[in-house]
T-cell receptor
Framework: GAGVSQSPRYKVAKRGQDVALRCDPI?????LFWYQQALGQGPEFLTY????????KSGLPSDRFFAERPEGSVSTLKIQRTQQEDSAVYLC??????????????FGPGTRLTVL | GENVEQHPSTLSVQEGDSAVIKCTYS??????FPWYKQELGKRPQLIID?????GEKKDQRIAVTLNKTAKHFSLHITETQPEDSAVYFC????????????FGKGTKLSVKP
C-alpha cells in the first residue's frame, strides 16, 4: 500500500515568510510524529499526535511552530516568520498503534526547507 | 531525558567485510531500539529493531545485540555490499511514553568495491 507522503518535497522561503508542510500518514495509523533533521544530524522529535489529539509538543523549538491534525489523518506543520535556523528537513512518521506502545514508525520522504 | 550516543561517525570497509556500529543510551526505561538506514535524500527506512526482552536479533546479513546492563546496543552487518553504503541511525524509545524516538547522530558507512 501507499506509504507516508509529504508535500512539498522542497520549499524555499524568504526570512519572515510563513510556511505550511503537509503529511499524509499511512491510512488507519493512529500515531503521527514530526521530526526535524538538521544537515548531518539525526532526526529530533518535534510533536506527537494520537488521532486528532496533540499529546506532546515538547520538541517544538519556539511558539512560531504550530502543528495540527484536525481529522486524525492528514497533518500540517506550520512555521511562522521563518528564520534561517529553521532550515532543515522536516520528517513525518506514522505508526499503527496508540501511544504507550512502542511500534515501528514509518517515515515520509521529508520536506527540505531552506530559509534565505 | 534520554540521550543516545552513536559511534563511529564514519566507517569505511571493503566489500565483503563486516561493519559494526555501536550506540549507548542513558535512560534505563528505554525498551525499544530500532535501526534506520537513510540514503542520501531519501527517507529513513527501518532495517531491524530489538526490544528489551531479548538480547539479540538477526535478519539475514544484519544483526542487533542489546546489553541492558551496560545500556548499549550494536548493529552488525556481515558480507557488506556497495548498496549497504548509507547513513545508519540508532534510536531508543522509552517504555510508557508515546513512543517518540531519540536518535543518535548517525554513522556514514562506505563500502568500497
Amino acid at each position: 500500500g501507499a506509504g507516508v507522503s509529504q508535500s512539498p518535497r522542497y520549499k524555499v522561503a524568504k526570512r519572515g515568510q510563513d510556511v505550511a508542510l503537509r503529511c499524509d500518514p499511512i491510512s488507519g495509523h493512529v500515531s503521527l510524529f514530526w521530526y526535524q533533521q538538521a544537515l548531518g544530524q539525526g532526526p529530533e522529535f518535534l510533536t506527537y499526535f494520537q488521532n486528532e489529539a496533540q499529546l506532546d509538543k515538547s520538541g517544538l523549538p519556539s511558539d512560531r511552530f504550530f502543528a495540527e491534525r484536525p481529522e486524525g489523518s492528514v497533518s500540517t506543520l506550520k512555521i511562522q516568520r521563518t528564520q534561517q535556523e529553521d532550515s532543515a528537513v522536516y520528517l513525518c512518521a506514522s505508526s499503527p498503534l496508540a501511544g504507550g506502545r512502542t511500534d515501528t514508525q514509518y517515515f515520509g520522504p521529508g520536506t527540505r526547507l531552506t530559509v534565505l | 531525558g534520554e540521550n543516545v550516543e552513536q559511534h563511529p561517525s564514519t566507517l569505511s570497509v571493503q566489500e565483503g567485510d563486516s561493519a559494526v556500529i555501536k550506540c549507548t543510551y542513558s535512560d534505563s526505561a528505554s525498551n525499544y531500539f530500532p535501526w534506520y538506514k537513510q540514503e542520501l535524500g531519501k527517507r529513513p527506512q527501518l532495517i531491524i529493531d530489538i526490544r528489551s526482552n531479548v538480547g539479540e536479533k538477526k535478519d539475514q546479513r544484519i544483526a542487533v545485540t542489546l546489553n541492558k546492563t551496560a545500556k548499549h546496543f550494536s548493529l552488525h552487518i556481515t558480507e557488506t555490499q556497495p548498496e549497504d553504503s548509507a547513513v545508519y541511525f540508532c534510536a531508543a524509545s522509552i517504555r510508557g511514553s508515546q513512543g517518540n524516538l531519540i536518535f543518535g547522530k548517525g554513522t556514514k558507512l562506505s563500502v568500497k568495491p
